[in-house]
């Protein structure tokens, strides 16, 4: 039988300065319809930019040098921009890593759905609203029949990535590359989101290139793994044969990264003062009530974990801390004086000791601006430093988070990998010398062997320089390493906090249970028997009905 995709000893280069760069170096694969292939590795081993080849396309600065790319016959090398066109989106479709910035902020969520659809004249405008809104259902979208007419700001960045799924499977293709489509979701919203992917990939034959960091996600979906190490193959087989037994050491050490875990502290004593305390907050958008009376404590030189599904409440209890969102009731105290509920309220000191990092690194940093500068602008503006004190002391923050300062001083953001735009992110936030920082989600977009480095630079910092961390996640795995306490939120409220070790310990709360059943695990069979536990065979079937 002829594959639907067959890529043969593909070489793939990088200009950097005039200069072209290996990438992937004769990568080969072949890919039936209703297949499912996993590309895992870290970060720069060449997984998108393979899944990206796939559909004849390459970024700007890079090309093919070598190899062929066909697809159900066609030569997407050498074909031509109409035919191009003509496939891309309807039979062939990409569903990005970052949501936020791949959708059009002007234009509404339906709107964007059915553009494709429509211009290849696959539905009219209005089958296609319905049938968005069938797939949104199918992807357990809140509101089907009216999200769609929402802005993409007025969504939350997991309900962002399940309506880019949906727009992905709006015509229908033979091929979908996910690039890292669930890096965004909390562990209940992945299940249902992981499901929803393979049922439709089973009904419709589709196949897919599942580009992930994440071992346990990728066990559940594909048929085969294929592993990159700086754009070469290191092995490929099918999934239960991977995970039993691979071969090369590379694959030995992806299996067994995570193995990071922090010690837990001891108890805070009794009448300490903490360095930030959050009591009894309440807060709304508009006239919608979203957070309710949530209360909790953290004290120097600790870890706060706060964890919970998507619209939980989580970075909205970190805006009325930072004072982007002032609460309607409750206070929020300092070194236990209370703070302004607006930060325009704030002196330059009490905005200086609370920082924040960023989840997604790319948006987060001024593409146009280097480095130095961007570290720079927060050690003068609180600091006061000009000319070569600033420059020094940018140089002593890179060395801090372990880039050297003669290397990454005048690049731009885009000469960096994520781990490394993630470690200019800290950098930024110490410039500013806190003792209190939010890590928002800032492991959740890097493979887990840069992550777990992260994690180490992060609680070096701590320990360094005694500074207190809430840590907003969804990731357990990460909740375990560097959590000293841990709050757990649901629709606005905390409903279980405790030390980590009494956490994950039964009993729990019903919902604390449900997080910690969702978290994957390398069983190519978790996911089926976790539905099967729950009552669900396959979600929305009734969808599939109606979209056949």
């Given at each position: 039988m002829?594959?639907l995709?067959e890529i043969?000893?593909l ?9 072209w760069s290996?990438?992937?170096?004769g990568a ?11 590309l ?7 997984k998108?930019?393979?899944?990206l080849?796939?559909?004849g396309?390459?970024r700007?600065?890079v ?10 016959g066609i030569?997407?090398?050498n074909?031509s921009?109409a ?6 989106g309807?039979?062939?479709a ?7 910035a ?5 234009h509404?969520?339906?709107d964007?759905?059915?553009?494709g659809?429509?211009?290849h004249?696959v ?7 319905q049938?968005g809104?069938e797939?949104?259902?199918?992807l357990?979208?809140?509101n ?5 007419f929402?802005y ?14 949906a ?8 091929l979908i590359i996910?690039?890292?489509p669930?890096?965004?979701?909390d562990v209940?919203t ?5 499901a ?10 589709t196949?897919?290139i599942?580009i ?11 048929d085969?793994?294929?592993v990159l ?7 490929e087989?099918?999934t239960?044969?991977?995970?039993a ?12 990264v995570?193995?990071f ?8 004593h009794?009448?300490a003062?903490?360095?930030v ?14 957070l309710?009376d949530?209360?909790?404590d953290i ?16 970075s909205?209890?970190?805006r009325?801390i930072t004072g982007?969102?002032?609460?309607t ?8 004086q ?6 325009k309220?704030?002196?330059k000191d009490?905005?200086?000791?609370a920082?924040m990092i960023y ?7 001024n593409p ?5 500068d961007i ?15 600033r420059?020094?002391r940018?140089?002593?923050?890179l060395?801090?988070?372990e880039l050297?300062?003669a290397?990454y001083y005048?690049r731009?953001?885009s000469?960096?990998?994520g781990?490394?735009?993630?470690r200019?992110g800290?950098?930024r936030a110490?410039a500013?010398?806190?003792?209190f920082?939010?890590?928002d989600e ?6 887990q062997l ?8 992060l609680?070096?910092l701590q320990?360094?320089l005694?500074l ?5 996640t ?5 909740v375990k390493?560097i959590?000293?306490?841990?709050v757990?939120?649901k ?6 906090q405790g ?6 310990v ?6 604390t249970d449900?997080?910690?059943s969702?978290?994957p695990e390398m ?6 028997n976790l539905?099967?536990e729950r ?5 929305g079937?009734a969808a ?5």
């Amino acid at each position: 039988m002829s594959a639907l995709v067959e890529i043969r000893d593909l070489w793939i280069e990088g200009r950097s300065d005039e200069t072209w760069s290996p990438i992937i170096n004769g990568a080969s694969l072949r890919l039936n319809k209703g297949e499912v292939l996993g590309l895992i590795g870290e970060s720069g081993a060449g997984k998108s930019t393979l899944g990206l080849a796939a559909m004849g396309f390459t970024r700007d600065g890079v090309r093919i040098s070598k190899g062929s790319v066909m697809f159900d016959g066609i030569d997407l090398i050498n074909a031509s921009a109409a035919k191009k066109r003509d496939l891309l989106g309807k039979r062939i479709a990409y569903v990005a890593q970052s949501a936020a910035a791949s959708f059009n902020p002007a234009h509404k969520l339906i709107d964007q759905h059915t553009e494709g659809p429509v211009q290849h004249g696959v539905m009219s405008r209005a089958e296609s609203v319905q049938d968005g809104i069938e797939l949104y259902r199918r992807l357990r979208l809140p509101n089907p029949e009216e999200i769609g007419f929402r802005y993409p700001h007025q969504v939350s960045g997991g309900q962002l990535q399940r309506a880019m799924t949906a727009m992905a499977m709006s015509c229908r293709p033979d091929l979908i590359i996910f690039d890292e489509p669930t890096t965004a979701l909390d562990v209940t919203t992945q299940i249902e989101v992981l499901a929803s992917i393979r049922d439709i990939v089973e009904q419709f034959d589709t196949a897919a290139i599942y580009i992930t960091h994440d071992l346990a996600v990728v066990a559940q979906m594909a048929d085969r793994i294929k592993v990159l190490l700086k754009g070469d193959e290191v092995e490929e087989a099918d999934t239960r044969t991977m995970l039993a037994q691979p071969k090369e050491d590379y694959t030995k050490t992806l299996w067994a990264v995570r193995a990071f875990e922090r010690p837990q502290k001891p108890a805070v004593h009794t009448g300490a003062t903490p360095v930030v305390s959050v009591q009894n907050v309440s807060a709304a958008y508009g006239k919608i009530q979203v957070l309710h009376d949530v209360s909790f404590d953290i004290h120097e030189g600790r870890t706060v974990a706060v964890v919970g599904e998507s619209g939980s409440g989580k970075s909205t209890t970190a805006r009325c801390i930072t004072g982007l969102l002032p609460p309607t009731s409750g206070v929020i105290e300092f070194d236990g004086q209370p703070l302004p509920a607006n930060y325009k309220s704030r002196n330059k000191d009490q905005l200086r000791q609370a920082q924040m990092i960023y989840q997604m690194a790319d948006t987060a940093l001024n593409p146009r601006t280097t480095i130095g500068d961007i570290i720079g602008r927060p050690v003068q503006f609180y600091m006061g430093l000009t000319g070569k004190q600033r420059r020094r002391r940018v140089e002593e923050l890179l060395d801090e988070i372990e880039l050297p300062a003669a290397q990454y001083y005048d690049r731009l953001p885009s000469e960096l990998s994520g781990g490394q735009k993630q470690r200019i992110g800290i950098a930024r936030a110490l410039a500013a010398e806190p003792k209190f920082i939010i890590c928002d989600e800032v492991t959740s977009a890097l493979d887990q062997l840069v992550a777990e480095g992260i994690l180490k630079l992060l609680a070096r910092l701590q320990d360094d320089l005694k500074l207190s961390y809430m840590f907003i996640t969804h990731d357990l795995a990460t909740v375990k390493a560097i959590a000293d306490e841990v709050v757990v939120m649901k629709e606005g409220k905390v409903v279980e906090q405790g030390p980590k070790h009494d956490m994950f310990v039964p009993p729990h709360h019903p919902y604390t249970d449900l997080l910690l059943s969702s978290v994957p695990e390398m069983d190519p069979d978790w996911l089926t028997n976790l539905l099967n536990e729950r009552g669900v065979d396959n979600i929305g079937d009734a969808a599939v009905d109606k979209m056949s």
